[in-house]
């Protein structure tokens, strides 16, 4: 009986594993990786132009080139090509760097953080990291017109750069085979990273919507300026 609930819970987490994967945010990830390569490709392609091109004008106004420099091209197009295609990408930003940054590039910046994480956590979190993603995405652009001196902007930078990567490197450091034991009659660490994670989700929700309401509030008032100004209290256009 044990073998068969060990079973099924294995096929549990296949199963949410491969949903997992089929996630919009993974689909999009993945276009951005692959976006990122066809440019490499393209400046390694240009690159190789240039070493071709260079090459041609040395030989034709400075020196001629000889069986040495035509041996030397050779060389240095694969060495320049592959070296621009293999080129790293950005490292992920560290939550330090996030503490430091401007407000408008936070998002974007835990954003990329938390996808990185993204393999080592259950399949469930995997799921809420997706989601708290989609709100960092769309909650860019509020957070970037903000006075980083406001206090949302100091619980949102707060939130990010250090209460969802204490969470997330908490659960990292236990062993992988205790991660789903329930201890002292609590939840297990994979139920608490979840609790966790939707806890930060409910808040980004929170802070979005707060923030929208003060825009609806300006735009509300601007709108009846507007009306005041250029109406009057009768209505009619002055």
């Given amino acids: 009986m044990s073998n068969s609930r060990a079973t099924m819970d294995r096929a549990e987490e296949i199963l949410e594993r491969v949903r997992a994967r089929t996630s919009p945010r993974q689909i999009k990830a993945h276009r951005r990786r692959v976006v990122g390569f066809f440019r490499r ?29 035509f041996f030397l091209m050779l060389v240095a197009m694969p060495i320049v090509f592959f070296g621009i295609l293999g080129w790293p990408q950005a490292p992920e ?16 910046q835990t954003e990329r953080w938390l996808e990185g994480q993204r393999p080592a956590l259950p399949a469930p979190a995997q799921r809420l990291a997706d989601e708290i993603g989609i709100k960092l995405e769309a909650i860019g652009p509020q957070f970037a017109q903000l006075d980083p001196r406001e206090p949302a902007a100091y619980e949102f930078r707060k939130l990010m750069a250090e209460e969802l990567p204490e969470l997330v490197e908490n659960y990292k450091r236990v062993p992988e085979a205790m991660r789903r034991e329930a201890r002292n009659g609590g939840s297990s660490p994979d139920k608490q990273l979840v609790e966790g994670l939707r806890v930060v989700d409910e808040e980004l929700l929170r802070m979005s919507e707060q923030l929208a309401s003060g825009d609806l509030n300006k735009l509300a008032t601007q709108g009846r300026y507007l009306e005041l100004k250029y109406r009057g209290e009768d209505g009619e256009t002055r």
Avoid: N, R, W
């Fill in 41 to 69: 490709l393209k400046y390694a392609f240009f690159a190789v132009l240039g070493v071709m091109l260079a090459g041609g004008l040395i030989g034709s106004f400075v020196t001629p080139l000889g069986v040495g420099g």
């Fill in 93 to 108: 930003p560290t939550p330090e760097q996030m503490a430091k940054s401007d407000l408008p590039l936070l998002p974007s």
